[in-house]
């Protein structure tokens, strides 16, 4: 079973979930998909024993070749190619590295050649395996990394039999959906601030549209939570649990610690984990 935990926005403590999880489930997969700001090493102090690169196909050009008719720049659907009168400029940062612009150049003109972008961590956490990816600064694709973390439990749990905790990248976009493709279960961390319920909402909008089981955790509960309450009543959305706005597992987080490891709060990660697999059960059925 796989879980993703994601939220609309950053800052709403996805990671706290994430971690947790992971951490109270024996033999589990925790993979950190924010490739842009990973942390979950942080938490759970893995001894990481596999660094990958991760590369993408960049086109080049055989100017002996090129006849720089455009057709190249045509096809390209990310603005990655300019063809002048005399000059095709490839630009690398923009290409997407599908690979259209080398199978539609009629001259052949195009090779392909990789380019690193990020590199993916795999190690292990007491009985756990760890997976993580790096998206080199100033990169601006994460999915590359994102397909190779997730690649990557293929390879350690092939029949599929682990549960899979993934911290997902925050946000709507790309990165957050590619995280959650795949998923059985996704797991919505939300805060009760007119923010925590707008980005919620934009969330459960792209959770829908790719017809996922999810619910809902509201972290530093405590507060107004009525709105959000209202919301996922009417959108049928189950209420996970609420992590009250404690200072004390503000400490915790704070020092990079597990507030699992504190027995004030092991039973609400225990219950959170047990609504998890009860929803999930349910929507089977």
Known sequence: MIISVASGKGGTGKTLVATNLASIVDDSIYVDCDVEEPNGHLFLKPAIDKKEPVAIPVPIVDKTKCAHCGKCAEVCQFNAIISGKDKTIIFEKLCHGCGSCVYFCPQEALLKKPRIIGFTN????????????????????????????????????????????????????????????????????????????????????????????????????????????????????????????????????????????????????????????????????
Do not use: W
Not at 123 to 148: C, H, R, V, Y
């Open 122 to 285: 795999t190690g292990s956490f007491g009985n756990n395996i760890f997976i993580s990816g790096n998206l080199n600064i100033g990169e601006p694709m994460a999915p590359p990394i994102i397909k190779q973390c997730l690649k990557n439990i293929k390879k350690i749990d092939p029949e599929n039999q682990k549960i899979v905790i993934i911290d997902s990248p925050p946000g709507t976009s790309c990165p957050m959906i590619e995280s959650v493709r795949q998923t059985d279960f996704v797991v919505l961390v939300t805060e009760p601030t007119p923010f925590g319920l707008h980005d919620l909402q934009l969330a459960i909008e792209v959770i829908e549209q790719i017809k996922k089981p999810c619910g809902v955790i509201i972290n530093k509960s405590g507060f107004d939570n009525k709105s959000i309450l209202k919301y996922c009543n009417q959108k049928n959305i189950p209420i996970l649990a609420e992590i009250p706005h404690d200072m004390e597992i503000g400490k915790i987080y704070a020092k990079g610690e597990l507030i699992v490891n504190n027995l004030k709060y092991q039973d609400l990660i225990k219950n959170i984990y047990e609504a998890i697999i009860y929803q999930y059960n349910k929507k089977e059925i």
